[in-house]
């Protein structure tokens, strides 16, 4: 789950890390009051989406009066903003944070992810932090420094001086970069983070650290737990697709393609997906319904996928492990008669139950194509899809 930048900024500041004053506003009146509170000549207007990039995609203003304030806000709020994490659907900005604006004489980049082949928290910095991290990350990864720290000792005094050193800061700024460190490390691990990343941490002119922005991705397995945090999502940054098979237990993910999967198994599903391309198609999503599926879940997972409507096909790929095939396939005539299928609908079943399955589908009426490999079932697919398109 993420949190915008003004939830993650409040989350910052309980930890004591420095950030800018800033209010959230959901109206050009709102900001510009905002602004007024805050009190200065400079204010920064930033659009709240769960996304990077705003910058470069108009997201992110700034103000030297209370008019332009104003006129900021209103040509952001309502709008979709699209950068290069959203696509060109962009997503909704309902609010903005209007922030003091700040003196900026170095921007750094830093973050903390799990680094999961070393089982340990990564550090992640950079001198050349700002909106082009991801270009130095792809042509100058030289100058990305990573330390990982072991769960078992946590986070080292020498660690964070190898970080500081790294980034060339000096003198005081050594141990505000370490009382920064450490409080990160301890926000991920109290508030059971998948991310946190502050992109720019900056070096303010008068030579202190300051964080200009912030982003933290909650485990969505840790939510439970989390119950303050769970309550700050907001669905209407989320994907409706996705959502909805959340709410049924299934591993979904829209894609841009018109062959609609339904496997069982992710690694299955992604070498589904690899063959529909291989075959010169291209899938719709990516479909996990898993081990435990039920004949309730795979009825939701094909009334999730039949309601794109871009799916001029649909392949059903279920090895029968834990799962029942026969389970499989009446979800599938449930979902299909209630809902309504006039697409082509690819089936391969292998495994537990896997001929009883294949009698339930044969004696259904719904003119399923049968397939004997994943390879006929991919082929068949695309051919199909093409036809129907």
Not at 91 to 109: H, K, M, T
């Amino acid at each position: 789950m993420n949190l915008h930048e003004y939830q993650s900024k409040k989350l910052f500041a309980e930890y004591g890390i420095p950030v800018p004053k800033g209010v959230v506003a959901d109206s050009p009146q709102g900001a510009i009051a905002a602004a007024r509170e805050l009190g200065g000549s400079v204010w920064v207007v930033k659009a709240q989406v769960h996304a990077g990039g705003r910058g470069k995609a108009g997201g992110v203003k700034v103000a030297k009066d209370l008019d332009a304030v104003g006129k900021a806000a209103a040509g952001m709020l309502g709008t979709r903003l699209a950068t290069h994490q959203t696509g060109p659907e962009g997503l909704p900005v309902d609010r903005v944070y209007v922030e003091q604006g700040s003196n900026i004489a170095r921007e750094i980049y830093l973050s903390l992810v799990l680094n999961r082949e070393a089982g340990q928290i990564a550090f992640v910095a950079s001198a050349a932090g700002g909106m082009d991290i991801e270009e130095v990350a792809e042509h100058s990864p030289e100058k990305i420094i990573r330390v990982n720290v072991h769960p078992a000792a946590g986070l080292q005094d020498f660690q964070c001086r190898q970080l500081a050193f790294g980034l060339g800061l000096q003198g005081a700024q050594i141990g505000q970069f370490t009382r920064i460190a450490r409080a990160l490390y301890a926000l991920y691990l109290e508030r059971d983070a998948s991310l946190v990343e502050v992109n720019p941490l900056i070096v303010t002119g008068a030579g202190d650290l300051l964080a200009l922005d912030a982003k933290i991705n909650i485990e969505d397995n840790a939510l439970f737990r989390q119950q303050p945090l769970a309550a700050l999502r907001d669905a209407a940054q989320e994907d409706p697709m996705e959502r909805r098979a959340a709410e049924h237990e299934l591993n979904y993910v829209s894609l841009e393609g018109n062959i609609a999967c339904m496997v069982n198994g992710a690694g299955l599903a992604m070498a589904t997906m690899d063959l529909i391309q291989l075959h010169g198609g291209a899938p719709a999503n990516f479909l996990d319904v898993g081990g435990g599926a039920t004949k309730e879940r795979v009825s939701a997972a094909f009334k999730l996928i039949l309601s794109n409507p871009k799916v001029t096909a649909i392949l059903i790929n279920i090895f029968g492990g834990i799962v029942r095939c026969d389970m499989i396939a009446e979800g599938i005539i449930a979902a299909v008669k209630e809902v309504g299928v006039t697409i082509p609908v690819i089936v391969r079943l292998e495994g537990t139950n896997a001929p009883r399955a294949r009698e339930l589908l044969a004696g259904s009426g719904l003119g399923v194509t049968a397939a004997s490999d994943l390879t006929d079932a991919a082929t068949k697919a695309v051919r199909l899809a093409g036809a129907h398109s």
